[in-house]
């Protein structure tokens, strides 16, 4: 029988609120067994890049990760944020590891071509690339890995990569090994159905999701995210939900959020 | 017969300027067997500092700590210095893991208490708190640890911590299971017993220290530095050599710098 596993992404105000965050560190810290945290820091990188004169740059509505804004996700993702919640885990028990891509090469990535746009040092992954032998072998030295939203591409370069793409390979390049339960955390209480009543979808079907693109009440940000959860679920792990970083609790025992399901 | 471990320390110009940087790990990548870096980033993190309104606090000439020098220091060192480092020695073969002391718990320290002066999040830091066993199990895995030159307090906070003396007392706790030698580098080829000229000290025991000090030729910053390279050679590390990491492959073969000896 395979080992359990849980993989969490958090993304959103919990990262850049202090109290949030530490509410949600401890409940996250008293999940039992292997786990593995994935954070993002967008809006905390936003706000360090225009203090140091680093404006976002977007091209056909795209953002663009050029040399300085690298530099601002670097210091944010891998340094500022990684590291508080490192030292922040420590302090509940967690022996935790803060891990970009580069680290222990656990995740190589490849510059995105440029095709129509160039997205700069913008890395994409496959699960293929994730270093199961090693983030098995943290794991199993009990340690629980932090991994920020930075890999890099074997030939000196970090590079900026989505932090739900991240989770959801990482999730399915071992789910070959453990029993991998997957959860998306942020601001809502799920995929919303109904905005203003804040009605969450239980369940989610790849066709029920079509359904929902289609009639327009899916849109927007939650259509990668959404792609990203089923991607995870066709690839092998076990259990897939959205929900909100502040019913940790409830969303892992699969009371509350929305399930992701083939 | 215990395993070979070199561990090295660099500071200065080398950390803030790419070309010598790359040179630097070129080098420190062709060094066979175990290794570990230890790198600072305080000029990086003035300029950040500056740039995002964070100026240098000093009480009666020494740097002080506050919340958001920690900040800025927590960006440049865990996050722009280490992971730039990891990932260009990973793309020569190393496979680097940058770490914290926060990081698998290698090292607690503790918040330098004030007396006169309250020097902020400054971490205190001796040889038995590294944690020797998870480090063991890093070289062991063939990985490359990249500290930087903060720690935590176990309690949360991060600490900002003289990386000389980190170097110094990691290399001390290691010499128990490693034949360590641990070399500081920087921009001058050795401890100088004259500037104008370059002179360099070929070896230095702590009789002629005390003299070279009451002479005036060793001071200022120079002396934490050097007390921090005899604290290692008392406590079990093999061999300490201070000098250019210009010229390394020569200062590791026991060729250039100044040798430090009981």
Known sequence: MKDKLTIIKIGGKVIDQEELLDQFLVE??????????????GKIASE?????????????????????????VTMVYGGLVN??????LQSNGVNALGLSGADANILKAVRRPVKSIDYGFVGDVRKEEVNTDITSNFLEASLCPVV??????????????????????????????FEVKLLFCFEQPGVLEDFEKQLVIEKLTNESYQDYKSNGVIVDGMIPKLDNAFDAIQNGVNSVRIGAFSDLAQLIEGYVGTRITN
């Open 148 to 177: 920020c939203a930075l890999t890099h591409d074997g030939q000196g370069n970090l590079l900026n990569t989505n932090a739900d793409t991240m989770a959801s390979i990482i999730a399915s390049s071992l789910s070959e090994r």
């Open 83 to 88: 590291k508080n919640i490192v030292a922040k």
């Open 28 to 41: 996250f810290s008293k999940i039992e067994g292997k786990k593995i945290l994935i954070h993002g820091g």
């Open 48 to 72: 360090k890049g225009a203090l140091l004169g680093v404006q976002a740059k977007l091209v056909e509505g795209r953002r663009i990760t050029d040399k300085d804004t690298l530099e601002v």
